[in-house]
């Protein structure tokens, strides 16, 4: 049973360029949230996405956005990337039934 | 709004040594807490959680962690220490359904021989 994959691992943009980062959820997992992870921090939740839809969201800018496919799978589109967007990003993902959140292993964003 | 403490930015401890990790945390509604750890270039992993019941929680690897509800605290604890705990431990609190799960900013804990 594959975890909680993400793609891709590393990736370096320029300043104002767009990305989208990419995360399947771990197998029966219908809900996917998104961190971000800068140097020396704690995680900080950007938004969660439950049935296609972003049900909640954390103090992130517009810039930031996402989708939720059909088959759970998720992506995190930043746009106008900023020099303090590089950090690592983490997905994670759950159900109703169970009680537990995995991560997946993250993306690594630099931006110069 | 919620928030989550954790004083002690690095800890360095003997291999075999007992280990407490703290975390204090601030939560309007009743918390769902947990320890998360995360070793260089990984994901973070679930050491154990707390909803409810008892206030002592065992997890994997051997920790277990005690709620204490006047003190807001949420402290994670290790009888004795491998060197391969080494890796940095995340407290953290939120909702059931883990929305807008809040992390402290982590302990990096060291292991000497």
């Known amino acids: 049973d594959a975890g909680v994959t993400q793609s891709p691992t590393h990736l370096i943009k320029t300043r104002g360029q767009q990305v989208t980062l990419r995360c399947s959820p771990k197998s029966g997992h219908d809900t996917v949230s998104w961190y971000q992870q800068a140097l020396g921090q704690g995680p900080q939740f950007i938004f969660q996405?439950?049935?296609?839809?972003?049900?909640q969201r954390g103090n992130f800018p517009d810039r930031f956005s996402g989708h939720q496919f059909p088959n759970y799978s998720s992506e995190l589109n930043v746009n106008a990337l900023l020099l303090g967007d590089s950090a690592l990003y983490l997905c994670?993902?759950?159900?109703?039934?169970?009680?537990?959140?995995?991560f997946g292993p993250g993306t690594r964003l630099t931006v110069t | 709004a919620q928030s989550v403490t954790q004083p002690d930015i690095h800890i360095t401890v003997s291999e075999g040594a007992s280990l407490e990790l703290r975390c204090n945390y601030s939560y309007g509604a009743t918390p769902y807490l947990f320890w998360y750890v995360q070793s260089p270039g990984q994901g973070l992993q679930l050491l154990l959680k707390y909803f409810s019941g008892d206030t002592l929680v065992q997890g994997i690897k051997g920790f277990e962690a005690e709620f204490k509800r006047s003190q807001s605290s949420f402290n994670l604890r290790k009888p004795s220490v491998h060197w391969s705990d080494a890796a940095e431990y995340f407290c953290a609190v939120g909702p059931r359904g883990y929305q807008k799960v809040t992390f402290g900013t982590g302990t990096k804990l060291q292991v000497i021989p």
């Open positions: 994670a993902s759950s159900n109703g039934q169970s009680d537990e959140q995995y």
């Open positions: 996405y439950y049935e296609e839809e972003e049900r």
